[in-house]
């Protein structure tokens, strides 16, 4: 299983990004894929989730925000970040998860997670 991170880069405080992220070597449907990043110092936390139906589920913080999307047929994720704010400078991840449990649920366990991308970094300048 590999995953690969892309559209990281440099944006001042208040802009957006859109991050993407190609999932290959099994069968895309039927996971749960995310996103969740890691400030410098901090714990990795979970930024957006989404299910095979299509059904998304987002940290409280970047709600109305942030927006997740997949598109199966390609085996890709991504995510839409507008008004970045600079504490939201970090490493982004994409992620899959086996679901046994609500989505929700592994969203606010970062360390659940299979399979993991090696990452795109956004740094987000004031």
């Known amino acids: 299983v590999q995953l690969v991170e892309s559209g990281g880069g440099s944006v001042q405080s208040g802009g957006s990004l859109r991050l993407s992220c190609v999932v290959s070597?099994?069968?895309?449907?039927?996971?749960?894929v995310a996103w969740l990043r890691q400030a410098p110092g901090k714990e990795r936390e979970g930024v957006a989730i989404?299910?095979?139906?299509?059904?998304?589920t987002y940290a409280a913080s970047v709600k109305g925000r942030f927006t997740i999307s997949q598109d199966n047929a390609k085996s890709t994720l991504s995510l839409q970040m507008d008004s970045l704010k600079p504490e939201e400078t970090a490493m982004y991840y994409c992620?899959?998860?086996?679901?046994?449990?609500?989505?929700?649920?592994?969203?606010?366990?970062?360390?659940?997670?299979?399979?993991w991308g090696q990452g795109t970094q956004v740094p987000v300048s004031s």
């Open positions: 992620a899959t998860k086996t679901p046994t449990y609500s989505a929700d649920w592994y969203l606010a366990r970062p360390w659940s997670f299979d399979y």
């Open positions: 070597g099994y069968t895309y449907s039927g996971y749960y």
């Open positions: 989404i299910t095979n139906a299509g059904t998304a």
